[in-house]
């Protein structure tokens, strides 16, 4: 057991954790059990992996939100959820004073669907959806929506 502070801390670290179930791991002779080492570390990479989708997701709602809101200074108003997300790339007709395109290309969501778009309507704003891992509305953990009214 440490003391931090003249408290006791009976927490491990992380690397103390991972250096005593490595060498748990090893046999006689010194080698590592594949398996093992595997079923150690792949929970963590995909665990990693799949945050780093939600924030790619996050952050190209961002941009998509950004190109709206560019396009509607230069128009004064946004697309329609008819025109849709395609008017920052193609200007809708007539769309005066569109000075695009605001995107050079619509991204697709990290799990290769597109993004949803839902046009203001009466007083509320646009909302810029992503359905996450299952693509369908609902869900949780990856399967999560995100949103850009999040």
């Known amino acids: 057991m440490t003391t931090v502070g003249g408290a006791a801390d009976d927490r491990n670290s992380g690397a103390e954790v991972a250096s005593t179930a490595i060498i748990a791991f090893l046999d006689d002779d010194a080698r590592a059990h594949p398996g093992w080492l595997a079923a150690l570390v792949a929970p963590n990479f995909f665990r990693e992996g799949a945050k780093a989708r939600v924030k790619t997701a996050k952050l ?30 193609e200007a809708p007709s007539g769309m005066e004073r569109w ?52």
């Open 60 to 89: 190209q709602i961002a941009n998509i939100s950004t190109a709206l809101d560019a396009m509607a200074l230069d128009t004064g108003r946004y697309p329609t959820a008819q025109e849709g997300l395609r008017a920052l790339i």
């Open 99 to 150: 000075d695009g395109p605001y995107l050079k290309k619509l991204p697709k969501d990290p799990w290769s669907n597109d993004y949803v778009y839902r046009g203001p309507q009466g007083s509320s704003s646009y909302e810029i959806l992503c359905y996450g891992a299952d693509g369908s509305p609902g869900g949780d953990g990856d399967n999560a929506d995100l949103s850009n009214l999040d």
